[in-house]
């Protein structure tokens, strides 16, 4: 893990709390503009600190304690820093961030973690069901029955709609639009999740100055 502040990401929001009113105002109408334009807002506002996978800060295991005591080197780099970051209680855009991770790889490394038992599995579904999700691990479908949104029954007829479609006309309609038109889910719960997939493999690298001050850039590789 590179070193970084602790908490970088509080630095950062810090540094944007601090602009003056007449730019945060702006930003402030910038971002509005873009999250009331689209089906986004539910879905944000429906987030809270306990359900936000990247707010989550991981847990150590026995298991995970003594391996980042001992550093046998029988894990990946990437895992070592996923332990380093559960010890330091760095949530997971923390670590991301320290680590010049997108989200995509991070949740990818926790799974590893937590499937090696070296960090607790998180208690909430949502979380849970998120990180399988921008991992790659599981699709859209299994998604929402992870989070108890539909259930199995509900996911194999919506999977049953879109073949017979795609049998029928030879287009394959999105399963998020089938689930919709079945009335298991509205376009505010699909469209959510989708914009966080779409933008989890994005790179977030705060540069530090010599004056310890942030600016940042969004990039799509490394």
Known sequence: MQVLPRDIFKSIIKEIFNLPVWIKQIIYLELKQ?????????????????????????????????????????????????????????????????????????????????????????????????????????????YFVKINKINMEQLDEALRNQKYIEDSIGDKPGLADILIDLGFLTKEDTEGILFLKKDCKKYFKPAITEENKFFTGAETGK
């Open 34 to 142: 873009e999250f009331e334009s689209s089906e986004i807002k539910r879905y944000f506002s429906a987030i809270t600190r306990d359900n936000c996978f990247q707010l989550y800060i991981p847990k150590l295991t026995y298991t995970g304690r003594k391996e980042i005591e001992k550093k046998a080197g029988k894990h990946s780099e990437e895992i070592y820093n996923i332990l380093e970051g559960a010890f330091q209680e760095l949530s997971i855009v923390e670590i991301a961030i320290s680590n010049n991770w997108n989200l995509h790889e991070c949740s990818k490394y926790f799974l590893e973690a937590m499937d090696n038992d070296l960090v607790a599995k998180p208690t909430s579904p949502a979380l849970r069901g998120t990180a399988l999700y921008m991992a790659g691990r599981i699709r859209l479908g299994e």
